[in-house]
């Protein structure tokens, strides 16, 4: 549907006793998601960010909206894997509390956060920074929250998902698909743009790995569309002059950019396609270049579990779907 036929507050469900996990909570479209979720009465709201201050003013603001849903702010650096793993044992805590009569569970997962075009760098733990903030952080998140997702399926009547964030720009990634041999360098031969793409494409055919190994989990990626944020409003003029050219008529609000991503956490589960790819809002749209590489899949489902035993983040025993 187009965005202006969707309406949160109208088309999202009830969400009781569903927990849910946004990344990249505290501003931009994780922060207008949450806000959507809020009034349709989830069971407990996380979201991580690196601002604390600013997510005690997202915390205000959602218990303006609904003071009887949980929220917890999980403070989390994508691109430092410890940051990660201190988030995930908050998260679990928070069921083992003694005002708690929950065992651990997670409904929805959003993989929402990220950063696009910056400058050539590394993240505190080597990675080619769009990468390893984008996709491998992510990474790190799922492997560690695996356990309690499959819980979570097992018991009777769940939908559990997976979210994975990408872009359109997931096209514009390097001829290969993936340079993994220099994941652990800048890559500065490489245009801002090209290590986008490169993390963008590492979303989508994550999501299609995740689904064939783990079919109770719907995964999918979520392209949200263009949207005038933060995001954009950071890059360099001349990386800002090229979005607001190509996408002059076509970007939409934060609010609006959360649409898609609401529609893929909550839509009846059998409108949603796992491993498949959606633009806004709910659109199955086919992928082009490398999107569909599921061998290239598999590589980086390989090279990521090789990545994360360096943290000692292991990987789990997949049940492979039959093919």
């Not at 650096?77 to 651990?104: I, M, N, W």
Request: charged share 15%.
């Amino acid at each position: 549907m187009k965005v202006s036929e969707y309406d949160p507050s109208k088309n999202v469900p009830d969400l009781s006793g569903k927990v849910i996990l946004v990344t990249g909570g505290t501003a931009g479209i994780g922060k207008e998601l949450l806000v959507h979720l809020v009034t349709h009465n989830p069971s407990h709201l996380f979201f991580t960010g690196r601002n604390s201050l600013a997510a005690a003013s997202v915390i205000s603001a959602l218990h303006n909206l609904s003071a009887t849903v949980p929220v917890t702010f999980l403070e989390c650096d994508l691109g430092r894997v410890s940051t990660v793993q201190s988030a995930v044992s908050k998260f679990l805590s928070t069921f083992s509390s003694p005002d708690s009569s929950q065992t651990p569970r997670l409904d929805v997962l959003v993989c929402n956060a990220g950063i696009m075009a910056v400058p050539s760098a590394v993240t505190s733990d080597g990675h080619e920074i769009q990468f390893g903030t984008n996709f491998f952080g992510h990474a790190a998140l799922i492997h560690l929250l695996l356990p309690t997702l499959l819980q979570t399926a097992a018991t009777p009547g769940s939908d559990v998902r997976l979210l994975m964030a990408t872009s359109q720009g997931y096209g514009l990634h390097p001829r290969g698909g993936i340079l993994f041999d220099t994941l652990h360098t800048q890559q500065k031969e490489r245009n801002t743009w090209v290590k986008y793409g490169q993390a963008k494409l590492a979303a989508v055919l994550w999501a299609r790995e995740m689904n064939r190994r783990y079919p109770q989990i719907r995964t999918v990626s979520v392209h949200p569309g263009v949207i005038n944020t933060a995001l954009v409003g950071n890059l360099s003029r001349v990386n800002r002059a090229i979005v607001y050219g190509t996408n002059l008529f076509s970007m939409i609000s934060p609010q609006e950019g959360a649409y898609n991503l609401a529609w893929c956490a909550t839509a009846n589960r059998e409108t949603l396609e796992g491993g498949a790819y959606y633009e806004p809002v709910g659109n199955k749209t086919k992928l082009r270049r490398d999107g569909m590489n599921d061998e290239l899949a598999g590589k980086l489902w390989e090279w990521t579990e090789k990545e994360l035993d360096k943290f000692g983040i292991k990987g789990q025993d997949s049940q492979e779907a039959t093919v």
